[in-house]
């Protein structure tokens, strides 16, 4: 993973509340195993009408939306079943950063765990924001080590677990984690 310090990305709002997994990656699509490869997939029976085209009804479709790394969302967003491909779904698409009032427990690790930041704001401080990218463009500047989020007429802080912040600004994994300790594990194994 790469370390996550300071972010400066474009927005997508995504103005929805209670969106499930299913409808960050449609079960249909799960059947690799790799991490990659999963971004076209992403909100597909949003982002796509019957016939295969773009819906232009759909936020990530819109100008605005072009090149976003840093999603705005509603409440409880990635609730449903726990599967790993939604962050994984999210992160090949673009997203690096995820805003939200509110996550389901998994999602959250599962995005912290694949190297992305979910931010828990305000409903207030998210519903500005989604005022403010729904119809232009707009970026944000996301700063972990300071835990800030800043925009044009924004500025707001988020709590994180000092934990998942120090993975994240170090772009460990928990097996890079453990293998910091590679030297001590070869140790005791060559003493045993």
């Known amino acids: 993973m790469e370390p996550l310090t300071i972010h400066t990305g474009q927005t997508a709002a995504l103005n929805r509340v209670n969106v499930d997994t299913d409808q960050i990656i449609p079960k249909q699509f799960l059947k690799?195993?790799?991490?990659?490869?999963?971004g076209q997939f992403l909100f597909f029976d949003w982002r796509f009408l019957s016939?295969?085209?773009?819906?232009?009804?759909?936020?990530l479709n819109k100008p605005e939306a072009a090149d976003a790394s840093v999603l705005i969302a509603g409440n409880n967003f990635g609730c449903g079943s726990s599967r790993e491909h939604a962050?994984?779904?999210?992160?090949?698409?673009?997203?690096?950063?995820?805003?939200?009032?509110?996550?389901?427990?998994?999602?959250?690790?599962?995005?912290v765990k694949n190297g992305m930041l979910p931010i828990r704001l305000t409903e207030q401080e998210v519903n500005d924001l989604l005022t403010k990218a729904e119809n232009d463009l707009y970026s944000l500047t996301?700063?972990?080590?300071?835990?800030?989020?800043?925009?044009?007429?924004?500025?707001?802080?988020f709590q994180i677990d000092p934990y998942w912040k120090k993975m994240l600004l170090n772009g460990w994994d928990e097996i890079g984690l453990t293998l910091l300790h590679e030297e001590k594990i070869k140790a005791f194994e060559e003493a045993r």
């Open 51 to 59: 016939d295969g085209s773009d819906n232009p009804e759909f936020a």
């Open 142 to 157: 996301i700063d972990l080590e300071e835990q800030t989020v800043k925009g044009e007429g924004f500025e707001a802080s």
């Open 32 to 38: 690799r195993v790799e991490r990659t490869g999963f």
């Open 87 to 111: 962050p994984w779904a999210l992160n090949d698409y673009g997203f690096k950063i995820i805003i939200a009032p509110s996550f389901a427990d998994i999602f959250y690790n599962n995005c």
